[in-house]
């Protein structure tokens, strides 16, 4: 009995888990204007956390004893085979939990300011659909456009429904 029970018992947390795990995230579309919509903010949505990381030995101090700061640093340049490809891997990160207690298409966009283009404002966004429950998504600013524009200066983040904003949260720099 034990010999048959052990497995089932394997099998059946694996489908279990399997169940609890959310969907890979694609890449960000990159939008080449970032329009200006309607503040509707709504209780149903919330942005929690926001997690900022830059990456780039330049402005981070490069001779570390943090084990932390050196096992993010593995972490972004992980498999990177040269000096091009880890220089590609340099900028700003963000990781925003946000949630929905209603199931809604909804759309998560980082708008963003650059030391190198002024008051432009760039943006990136990802799309959800039917969305209920708590979430992460998460957002790079890098390779040639941070090492062409350099780092970013101000920016927000805008969880959209409807071309409404229902929720946001931004840095104290933006205006």
């Keep these: 009995m034990n010999r048959f029970f052990m497995p089932l018992c394997a099998i059946l947390l694996a489908l279990l888990l399997a169940g609890c795990a959310t969907p890979q995230e694609g890449p960000a579309i990159r939008?080449?204007?970032?329009?200006?919509?309607p503040l509707a903010l709504d209780d149903n949505y919330k942005i929690g956390k926001i997690l900022l990381d830059t990456f780039n030995p330049e402005i981070v101090e490069t001779k570390t004893k943090s084990e932390p700061i050196l096992f993010e640093r593995a972490?972004?340049?992980?498999?990177?085979?040269?000096?091009?490809?880890?220089?590609?891997?340099?900028?700003?990160?963000?990781t925003i939990y946000w949630k929905s207690s209603m199931p809604s298409d909804v759309t998560m966009r980082l708008e963003y300011r650059q030391a190198g283009l002024g008051n432009f404002v760039m943006a990136q966004e990802r799309s959800y659909s039917q969305v209920c429950g708590s979430y992460r998504s998460t957002f790079e600013v890098t390779g040639d456009d941070y090492l062409e524009a350099g780092l970013v200066t101000s920016w927000r983040i805008l969880l959209i429904k409807d071309r409404k904003i229902v929720a946001l949260g931004q840095s104290f720099m933006w205006r």
């Design 75 to 94: 972490r972004r340049t992980w498999g990177a085979i040269d000096n091009l490809e880890i220089s590609k891997r340099h900028g700003n990160y963000y």
């Design 31 to 37: 939008l080449d204007k970032a329009d200006v919509l």
